[in-house]
Structure formats: structure tokens, C-alpha cells
């Protein structure tokens, strides 16, 4: 069966050489020969505005550059969210993005009590991060700290899941074999919509 798929590109900088773009782009291919239904979303392209205070995040409106955007999100019922580690987190502008998309009203709204009732709810989701180190380093050394946080206090939190994950590391070493074989599993992932 078919399945909707948004692909956040959450690499900064709209140059085409870098290796998140080239997963993006790979995913993408893989997604439609399989007959998927896929929309774009590169943020190294987008001109994207901070939130700047709660007012705002809870009552402002969503700027009118991000509504296309959040609509591909709310059409889809599986997320791809590409990103480079830095400093140890994703780059600012996806925090940004997530925070400008994600909001109260569309994601999720707050219960009486103060808990979520998670409006992206029946969505699941791939995080893919690329890193400069070993991927083993991260994962053991630094407990993917940014990569939990993602996964429970932004999509755990409207809803999503499952999550998956695929860590990239080492990206800048000049091994094309290496690069091939995560380019050929972006595809496979792409293929199965997962």
C-alpha cells in the first residue's frame, strides 16, 4: 500500500554537494519507485523566522512561507527527518522549523491539566543524523542525547511513533563505498516507506 511521505532536509546550507541532501534525494527515489506519494521539504532554502516568545508560539500565527510546509506534514503518515550533527544537537534552523510547524493547535493541544493530546497521532517517523565521528561514538560516549530529545520531546510528544533512527557517522571520509552503501539503504528505507 502506498504511503505519504515528507522528507525534512534539515541541513542548513542549500549547497547540493552535501551527503544529507544526497540521502534525501536517495530516500526520495527509492520512495517513488515503489509508488509512494513524496513531498520535499529543504530547509537550506527556506528563509526561516525564530519564535521569539511563548505568546507567539502559542497564539501567533504561522508565518505564510511554512504553510506549505506544515500542510506536507500533516498529509503524511510517515516523516523523514535528515539532519547533520552539530554541536552535539540538530542545527538551529530545524529547531526553528520544528518549533514554527509544531505548534499548539496543529500538533497538539494542552488538556485542562496540562498534558498533550497529541494531535499527529497514527504518523511514524525516520530520523536520520550524519556526524563528523564514528557513529558508535555518539551512541555510546554522548547516549544520543539530541537524538532522544528529538525522538520523545518533539514526536513522542504530538503523537508520532514509531520512530526509527539511522546514524551516519564519519561522513567525511573519502570511503565511496561506504557512502554507496548508505545511499543503497536510504533507497531500501525508501522503497518500504519506513
Not at 551516519?168 to 548508505?182: F, L, M, Q
Request: glycine letters at 8%; a positive charge.
Amino acid at each position: 500500500m502506498p504511503h505519504r511521505i515528507a522528507i525534512i532536509d534539515g541541513h542548513p546550507d542549500s549547497e547540493r554537494n552535501h551527503f544529507c541532501h544526497a540521502l534525501a534525494q536517495a530516500y526520495r527515489e527509492g520512495a517513488e519507485e515503489s509508488g509512494h506519494m513524496v513531498r520535499t521539504i529543504t530547509l537550506g532554502s527556506m528563509d526561516l523566522p525564530f519564535v521569539r516568545s511563548q505568546q507567539e508560539w502559542e497564539k501567533g500565527d504561522l508565518p505564510e512561507s511554512l504553510r506549505e510546509s506544515q500542510d506536507a506534514i500533516g498529509w503524511a503518515d510517515h516523516l523523514v527527518i535528515i539532519y547533520p550533527l552539530w554541536l552535539g544537537t540538530m542545527p538551529a534552523v530545524l529547531k526553528a522549523f520544528l518549533e514554527q510547524v509544531f505548534r499548539p493547535g496543529f500538533a497538539f493541544r494542552y488538556k485542562p491539566n496540562g498534558m498533550p493530546i497529541k494531535h499527529l497521532k497514527g504518523k511514524s517517523a525516520r530520523i536520520v543524523v550524519t556526524m563528523g565521528m564514528p557513529a558508535f561514538i555518539y551512541r555510546l560516549y554522548f547516549r544520543a542525547h539530541s537524538l532522544k530529545s528529538l525522538k520523545r520531546s518533539i514526536l513522542s510528544f504530538v503523537g508520532i511513533g514509531p520512530v526509527r533512527t539511522s546514524l551516519i557517522g564519519s561522513v567525511a571520509s573519502p570511503d565511496e563505498a561506504k557512502h554507496r552503501k548508505w545511499l543503497d539503504a536510504m533507497r531500501a528505507y525508501g522503497r518500504k516507506g519506513q
